[in-house]
């Protein structure tokens, strides 16, 4: 399939927050109807899906969408800023992506944060029910170049919303308005909402595919194939006598959450234990998602369970020890000869 086959479904959400405005909830249009939704709720508060399906089904959807990044600093402009360059600056070199820098499209969100918008086509995209799950690992890659963390890596759920370009921020007043590159770089803040008092248009070079860029998509798709293109398999359960009580280590890694500098060592050892009490892969996974409260980016904790989870790995004492209290004799499983 084609984007030029797809019929076009977007989500809408918001509408003026004034006297006897109608929040629109959950709507679904076809993209013609967009001018329209931005006139009968008078531009204000309007939020687009950041996806285009071909069904109103977002589930089982295939969804087609320009590459996009949100920078969010809470009230400090100059950081999201900082990154928001620094993202540039690696989508710019040969030898990631090599897009030039005016087939980037930057915008200020009309309150604090900014946005990066790279054409589908640049990237060579074709619509994909798994899009999503691409753009979060591409976005990943690319918040480890920044260096103050303001890449949001929550977006990306299939029925994320962005705010409608040129749209009234309810709050601010200002606009969603797109940026140069130069005034992303030199403007003050003060600067940039001035700007934002008014709707904006810039002339943007036509898109149009860079070979360096759609390798390196391309090259997203085949890792995220590889680490998520299997199903869980919900019937294979531990083989061995499942272990029916939670140990005191465990528990205290479970209660603690994860910790810097152990995180990937303690997620392998949950996996480890919740497949030992006779979980399945998808019922391990849930356990290991809610411990982790995406301290791990998804794909690296999905990579890691699934080593451990098809390789039956197990971690005794000494393990454990490392990263949790012993209780010594007091446990079951506690084994002498393992203490010095």
């Not at 309007?46 to 087609?64: G, H, I, M, P």
């Not at 890449?151 to 140069?180: E, Q, V």
């Not at 360096?212 to 359960?237: L, M, P, T, V």
């Not at 531990?238 to 939670?246: G, V």
């Amino acid at each position: 399939m084609s984007s030029q086959e797809l019929n076009n479904f977007i989500h809408v959400e918001g509408g003026r927050n004034l006297p006897g405005g109608k929040f629109t909830r959950n709507e679904m249009l076809t993209i013609d109807q967009v001018q329209d939704y931005r006139k009968r709720n008078m531009n204000t508060g309007l939020y687009l899906s950041a996806y285009v399906y071909d069904s109103t089904d977002v589930k089982e959807a295939n969804l087609y969408a320009d590459f996009y990044l949100d920078f969010d600093a809470e009230d400090d402009f100059e950081k999201a800023r900082e990154d928001a360059i620094a993202s540039i600056t690696y989508l710019k070199r040969k030898f990631t992506y090599n897009i030039p820098e005016g087939l980037i499209r930057i915008y200020f969100s009309g309150k604090k944060g900014l946005h990066l918008v790279i054409p589908a086509g640049v990237l060579g995209v074709q619509p994909d029910k798994h899009l999503n799950e691409y753009y979060k690992m591409m976005a990943a890659k690319i918040h480890e170049e920044t260096p103050h963390g303001t890449l949001d890596l929550k977006i990306y759920d299939r029925r994320r919303l962005f705010r409608l370009t040129n749209s009234k921020h309810a709050d601010t007043g200002l606009f969603k308005i797109p940026l140069t590159y130069f005034e992303l770089v030199m403007l003050s803040v003060d600067e940039i909402k001035k700007i934002a008092e008014m709707p904006r248009a810039i002339h943007y070079e036509k898109a149009y595919e860079i070979p360096r860029a759609k390798a390196e998509y391309h090259n997203i798709i085949e890792k995220w194939g590889q680490r998520f293109g299997k199903k869980f398999d919900n019937s294979k359960k531990y083989e061995s006598k499942p272990l029916d009580f939670t140990p005191a280590c465990i528990s205290e890694l479970i209660e603690s959450g994860p910790q810097r500098g152990q995180r990937n060592n303690t997620a392998a050892v949950l996996t480890s234990f919740w497949k030992k009490q006779g979980g399945t892969e998808q019922s391990v996974w849930e356990n290991l998602t809610k411990w982790n409260n995406e301290s791990i980016a998804e794909w690296e904790l999905k990579n890691t369970m699934q080593s451990v989870y098809h390789n039956d790995y197990e971690y005794g004492c000494s393990t454990l020890e490392a990263l949790a209290t012993c209780i010594g004799e007091k446990c079951p499983l506690y084994r002498k000869h393992a203490v010095k």
